[in-house]
């Protein structure tokens, strides 16, 4: 069968990767085209379009790159028509991604999406164009089947795509040689993925480095850039950066500084006490602050619904505050022992892999019966 995915950054290429995968288990006949990264493209199929050129964060962000969204949307659309696949599968990414299902589902295609959008964070009204545009949802997050059936929506829970990477992983067997690191205790520096975000919170991040003396700090790089994009932030200080290497780093990490996003989940699966950081735009923030109704901005105190892990932002994401925070997670041990203690409950929520599997089992069924229905 043909799939057309659509994933606009790198958690979504990341779970992607790992369905179709799973997906080629299940079809040996399985023809991919879609928008996504690296670790798509090494399944196999086109890739049409690098989420690199796609991912915008936060309104004023995305105002200013409206033309660039409008092309991409277009030159989805089009491709997808003349590529006529069995079913399309969205992955996250909901600013553009609902988009591409209120066309496709105008098609009379098959409309799949792995990865709900959150919509219960804000502008909860927008189930009822899920409900409208997407023939079967697929959710990571336990407390969101409740929140879609109190809308009169049924969905399928999968469990967390995040498990089934982590327990995929095979850690590098000489890290620290292979990559030129000492042999001081790592903090891990996790930036995020675009632009927007590296050069917001590396900053702040490297800031806090010359207090800890007795520890490495390390940059997780992000696949789209290079090793001279992150140069510009380090102020001539030789920090290691290391690309496609994130989950090696976590695995030999005394602790972490986590931008806000997939990857405070997946230092909290490694058992890395972390402080996430965030800082946007003022308006965007601003306008998000009006807007969003919820407590967290991290996944692992939202999954929690309480305080597991720090959070420092806008004004509170310093050099200063991160550094206070590192020396909790460092030396203060009950601190760091509280943490650890929220990061069981986590698992135990979280509950076993799977997910990529499932979703690609529910994929296939759903799509061999719509074809059946259609001939």
Known sequence: MKYYLVAGEASGDLHGANLMKALKELDRQADFRFFGGDLMQAEGGTLVKHYADMAFMGFVEVALNLSTILKNLKKCKQDIVAYQPDVLVLIDFPGFNLKIAEFAKAQG???????????????????????????????????????????????????NPLLDAVDAFKPQANFFTDNNLTG??????????????????????????????????????????????????????????????????????????????????ETALFNVPQVVV???????????????????????NLIMDKAVVKELIQADCTAIKITEELNNLLHNTHYRQQMLAGYDELDNRMGTPGASAKTAQLIVSYTQNNKALLK
């Open 278 to 300: 965030y800082k946007g735009n003022a308006v965007t923030i601003g306008i998000a602050r009006m807007l969003i109704k919820i407590k967290f901005i991290s996944l692992v």
């Open 109 to 159: 295609l098959l409309v799949c999406y792995y990865i709900s959008p959150k919509v219960w964070a804000w502008n909860q009204k927008r189930v009822l164009k899920i409900k409208k545009v997407v023939d079967h949802l697929f959710c990571i997050l336990p407390f969101e089947v409740d929140f879609y059936k109190t809308w009169g929506m049924d969905i399928d829970y999968v469990g």
């Open 184 to 265: 001081k205790n790592i903090v891990a520096l996790l930036p995020g993925s675009r632009k927007q975000e590296i050069s917001r919170l590396l900053p702040q991040m490297l800031g806090a480095m010359h207090q800890f003396p007795h520890h490495q700090f390390v940059i997780a790089g992000a696949p789209s850039f290079n090793k001279e994009y992150y140069t510009q932030y380090l102020g001539g200080a030789q920090v290691p950066v290391i690309f496609n290497a994130t989950y090696d780093i976590l695995a030999n990490a005394e602790a972490a500084v986590v931008a806000s996003g997939t990857a405070t989940l």
